[in-house]
């Protein structure tokens, strides 16, 4: 069965500083999201993107987020100067088709601690 | 905000059915009613989804009430590997991109 991978599994960084975290979606899959979860959290939406643009965003996707998808495979989500309050397991999600009834896949995830 | 209720704990005992209900009470017609789980902080995993009939697949079988107003998963057979917190998720078109929008879930612990 075709997975979402993501990478790196744990990731500790130092505040201020970049992360990139990245995403292999299923191959077929058109649309793709960004999710996070702070420890004991609910689950949060963070971003969408669709044909190489972001088609919907959160109030916590704030400038210094960032995505792209620059070789048509891989899905990466960007900090640009990492606060002690971004540290959360974040999720790569994705779908095939439109419409409500098309299931959302997610990958395994990425912690990310900020120290 | 989440479009569903749940209960913040139920338990189960091994082999037997887990029953997990959820409330949307203004769920609207073309919106779909998604279960989700998580297990010990990995990925949220896909269960099952419906719009107005019962459906079944391999892992769980969804009941949905004639007025679609709520819905209960079914585990025919849960294991202790089936511990986790249970999501259920109303989705439709107002959501914009059809995100998930995430409530609290229910954690079931399957007991020994």
């Known amino acids: 069965e075709p997975e979402v991978t993501q990478t790196p599994s744990h990731q500790v960084t130092q505040m201020g500083q970049e992360v990139i975290l990245r995403c292999v979606p299923i191959?077929?899959?058109?649309?793709f999201y960004w999710y996070r979860q702070i420890l004991g959290q609910k689950v949060e939406f963070l971003v969408s993107?669709?044909?190489?643009?972001?088609?919907?965003k959160s109030e916590i996707f704030d400038d210094q987020f960032s995505v792209e998808r620059p070789d048509g495979s891989n899905f990466t989500l960007k900090i640009r100067s990492t606060k002690l309050e971004d540290s959360a397991m974040y999720f790569c999600?994705?779908?095939?088709?439109?419409?409500?009834?098309?299931?959302?896949?997610f990958g395994e995830g990425s912690w990310l601690t900020v120290v | 905000d989440a479009k569903t209720t749940q209960p913040p704990s139920m338990d189960c005992a091994e082999g037997r059915a887990a029953n997990l209900p959820c409330n949307h009470s203004t769920i609207s017609g073309n919106e779909y009613v998604y279960w989700y789980r998580q297990i010990h902080s990995q990925g949220p995993q896909y269960i099952i989804h419906g719009l107005k009939n019962n459906e079944t697949n391999e892992m769980a079988s969804l009941i949905i009430t004639e007025d679609r107003k709520s819905s209960t998963l079914i585990l025919p057979h849960a294991t202790l590997r089936d511990t986790a917190v249970y999501y259920c998720?109303?989705?439709?078109?107002?959501?914009?991109?059809?995100?998930?929008?995430w409530g609290a879930g229910t954690k079931l612990i399957i007991k020994p």
């Open positions: 993107f669709y044909n190489n643009e972001i088609s919907e």
């Open positions: 999600a994705g779908r095939s088709g439109t419409g409500a009834g098309n299931t959302i896949y």
């Open positions: 191959s077929n899959h058109l649309y």
């Open positions: 998720i109303v989705r439709g078109y107002m959501d914009s991109n059809y995100q998930l929008i």
